[in-house]
C-alpha cells in the first residue's frame, strides 16, 4: 500500500558506516526504474539537485561507463562545480560513479547508487566512499555552509510557504482549503 | 577542525551496533559493567571494550561507586553529534523531497500510460 504523497517527507537517514563513508537512505513509493530516471535525467536532475535558491546551471550526464557528469550552480558571484566518471552502470538498480567536489580538487570520491526494490516501494541507497576521514568530514561540514546560506536565502519565503511543505498539517494552524 | 574531527571520533565509536545497544541500554540510567553485560550478554572484556573506545570519546563518563564503577551517557557529545551532522541530512532531505515530487510525477504518467487508452 503507497503512502499518501509527501507523506515521506523529510524522511532521510544520514548515517556514518565507517570513519571514511557517508550513507543516506531514503524510500520512495515507485518503481526503481522510475526513481532511476529521475537520477540519470539531466531535465529531471535540475528539478531536485539544486535547490530553488541555488538551481543547477550545469547539469551534463554522459550516462555510460567512462562517461562524465558534471553539475554547477552559482553561489554569489563564485561558480560551485561537482563531476565525476561513471564507473559502473546497472540499471535500475546499481550506479557506481567518481565524484570531485570542485572547490576540494584532490578530495575524490567514489558514491555507489543502489536501489531496492519490493512491494512497489523503493529503497535509495546511496554510499560515499571518501579516501580519507578528514575528507569525508569535510564532506560533512559542507552541508553546514549550504544550509546555513539556503536559510538565509529562505528566511523571507519562510512564512509563505511553511503551510504548503508541511502539507497544511501544522498544528494550531487552520486547516488547508480544499 | 579540531571540533569536527573530535565529533567524527564520536560518531564512528557509535558506527558499531554493538556500542549502540550498549549506549541504548545506559539511556535507562547508569549501570556497572555487569549489569550491562547481564542486559546485554555480551562478555564483560566486549563491555569493557566497548565502554572504553567510548569513554576515550566522551560519549560515556564514568563514576566510582565503593568498588564499583557507574558508567552514563554523555549528553552533551550525543548532542554535538547530532547538530554536527543535521544540517548535512537536511540538505539530503530537502534534496531528495524535491527528488520525491519528481518521482511522484513520473509514476503516475507511467500508470495513466500503462493503462492505456479506456
Redesign the interface.
Known amino acids: 500500500m503507497n503512502q499518501s504523497p509527501g507523506s515521506r517527507f523529510g524522511s532521510a537517514v544520514v548515517t556514518l558506516p565507517s570513519a571514511t563513508q557517508i550513507q543516506i537512505t531514503r524510500v520512495f513509493d515507485a518503481p526503481a526504474e522510475i526513481v532511476f530516471k529521475a537520477w540519470t535525467t539531466p531535465e529531471l536532475v535540475r528539478r531536485w539537485w539544486g535547490s530553488p535558491e541555488n538551481p543547477l546551471t550545469v547539469c551534463d550526464i554522459d550516462l555510460r561507463v567512462g562517461g562524465n557528469w558534471r553539475y554547477a550552480m552559482v553561489m554569489g558571484d563564485a561558480e560551485l562545480g561537482w563531476h565525476g566518471t561513471y564507473q559502473a552502470i546497472d540499471a535500475p538498480l546499481r550506479l557506481v560513479s567518481t565524484e570531485v567536489f570542485e572547490g576540494f580538487p584532490n578530495g575524490e570520491a567514489v558514491n555507489t547508487l543502489t536501489l531496492d526494490e519490493a512491494d512497489g516501494t523503493t529503497t535509495l541507497t546511496v554510499v560515499v566512499q571518501h579516501q580519507t576521514m578528514a575528507n569525508r568530514d569535510g564532506h560533512i561540514d559542507s552541508g553546514m555552509e549550504a544550509g546555513m546560506q539556503t536559510t538565509l536565502d529562505r528566511l523571507d519565503i519562510l512564512t509563505v510557504h511553511k503551510h504548503a511543505a508541511a502539507g497544511c498539517a501544522i498544528e494550531g494552524e487552520p486547516p488547508c482549503p480544499t | 577542525?579540531a571540533r569536527?574531527?573530535t565529533t567524527?571520533d564520536a560518531?564512528?565509536a557509535i558506527?558499531e551496533g554493538a556500542r549502540r545497544e550498549v549506549l541504548e541500554a545506559l539511556a535507562d540510567g547508569e549501570m556497572a559493567v555487569n549489569d550491562l553485560v547481564a542486559r546485554l550478554g555480551f562478555t564483560q572484556p566486549q563491555v569493557s571494550k566497548h565502554l572504553a573506545v567510548m569513554r576515550a570519546v566522551d560519549l560515556v563518563t564514568a563514576r566510582a561507586d565503593g568498588r564499583h564503577r557507574l558508567y552514563s551517557l554523555n549528553a552533551a557529545t550525543l548532542r554535538d553529534l547530532y547538530e554536527?551532522?543535521k544540517?548535512?541530512?537536511?540538505?539530503?532531505?530537502?534534496?531528495?523531497?524535491?527528488?520525491?515530487?519528481?518521482?511522484?510525477e513520473?509514476?503516475a504518467t507511467?500508470r495513466q500510460t500503462s493503462k492505456g487508452p479506456s
Do not use: C, Q, T, Y
Open positions: 577542525m569536527a574531527s567524527s560518531f564512528n558506527a554536527w551532522i544540517p548535512f541530512e537536511r540538505l539530503w532531505n530537502e534534496r531528495l523531497d524535491r527528488l520525491d515530487g519528481v518521482v511522484a513520473l509514476a507511467h
